[in-house]
């Protein structure tokens, strides 16, 4: 038999738990409300920017056969503008970037690869975001991404820009890498493409970690809890078409008199490593709906010059398992501290905000709607015609 005083206590429990319910459920609401106003502004920005996209390149298809260069640059242009739609999803709700270590704008105009540790969804929103403002790059850059991306409603888009799908899986490793150096070669520099971006742990972290954990393990290599021990072929794919062929004067990965220029070959390699606070991913179903609140994400480049880096495989494999062993360093603290390390010889690291400009975005998204209801007239206009 309970004693009143045990009653009384219940009661004030649970009255207190109703009142947080109550008080806390306008904000409930709110977010939901928030949350399905984010995903109808979503699928109709889909619904006028991608098929506008599709007709504005179907109409500039004589101008690919007279100047491919500029077609290309013309799409390239647009493909940023898409990004940056998908950026600016993200920008909205609060979800922003603050960059450390070297800054990336000085290689901008050059040929590079990105090797980005790979968490969620959320990374490749995140590197949408924090490069828009990098000059051309997004509009010059080639994807290599996991093949399920092909199917979403994004996958036409990188179809016809020309980013690389791969199969993951042991059983397909060997037919993809003789894919990707066919993909380089006909389209990488036909297309006028300047950075590569690459995930090369080969799968989301929470996926990859036990495996990878267990081959450190067996071959005597680092324990790493933060990121994976990375894939030695596509960076080896994408040095030796880009960079080895560079040397007797021939560019690699397209026709030279198509290009009318003179081409450098890659340049660098920029060292991406991504860090969420206390851990906290943020995945592509969140930048959509908006239903976390404003946070911050972070990301650290560390730039290497391509003539430091070897191109054979052992040599290879250790520098990229040394980079890797660094990004573990680099997270580590970050987790401990909120903040990553300084450079060596600096007392202190320098951070800088990531900014969009609104205006610039508001131009985009009126431009997407627009071209929708336009190219929405004219094939209207020509249906009633023949109908």
Not at 208 to 230: D, I, W
Not at 248 to 261: F, I, V, W
Request: some cysteine.
């Amino acid at each position: 038999m309970s004693s009143p005083f045990t009653s009384q206590t219940g009661r004030t429990d649970s009255s207190v738990r109703m009142a947080v319910t109550l008080e806390g459920a306008p904000r409930l609401g709110w977010i939901l409300v928030k949350a399905l106003l984010r995903f109808a502004f979503m699928v109709a920005n889909n619904l006028v920017a991608i098929p506008s996209y599709i007709c504005y390149l179907i109409l500039l298809q004589p101008l690919r056969v007279l100047d491919s260069k500029r077609f290309w640059c013309i799409e390239g242009i647009m493909y940023k503008w898409l990004l940056g739609m998908v950026a600016s999803w993200g920008w909205h709700a609060g979800y922003t970037v603050v960059e450390w270590g070297e800054d990336v704008k000085s290689v901008s105009k050059d040929e590079a690869v990105m090797l980005v540790n790979h968490q969620s969804t959320g990374d490749v929103c995140t590197l949408m975001m924090c490069l828009q403002d990098k000059g051309l790059v997004v509009a010059q850059m080639m994807w290599l991404m996991d093949h399920i991306f092909k199917y979403t409603n994004f996958g036409i888009v990188s179809l016809i820009h020309g980013d690389f799908f791969i199969r993951q899986g042991k059983s397909h490793r060997d037919q993809q890498l003789v894919l990707l150096k066919k993909h380089l070669e006909n389209n990488y520099r036909s297309r006028d493409r300047k950075w590569i971006v690459l995930f090369p742990e080969g799968g989301f972290l929470r996926k990859r970690r036990e495996t990878s954990q267990a081959f450190a393990k067996k071959n005597n290599l680092p324990f790493l809890k933060h990121v994976t021990l990375p894939r030695v072929g596509a960076t080896q794919i994408i040095l030796s078409a880009l960079v080895a062929r560079q040397e007797n004067g021939s560019p690699a990965g397209g026709d030279a008199k198509e290009l009318e220029s003179k081409s450098e070959g890659l340049q660098w390699i920029i060292d991406t490593t991504i860090a969420y606070p206390k851990g906290e991913l943020l995945d592509i179903q969140t930048w959509i709906l908006g239903y976390r609140k404003p946070t911050v994400t972070h990301v650290h480049y560390r730039i290497f010059p391509i003539k430091d880096v070897p191109l054979e495989t052992d040599g290879l494999t250790n520098w990229l398992y040394q980079r890797f062993i660094e990004k573990e360093d680099l997270l580590a603290h970050f987790y401990e501290t909120g903040a990553f390390p300084p450079p060596k010889g600096h007392k202190e690291a320098v951070s800088r905000e990531m900014t969009l400009s609104n205006a610039w975005i508001f131009f985009i998204q009126s431009f997407a709607f627009l071209s929708g209801y336009m190219w929405y007239s004219i094939i209207q206009y020509f249906y009633h015609c023949l109908f």
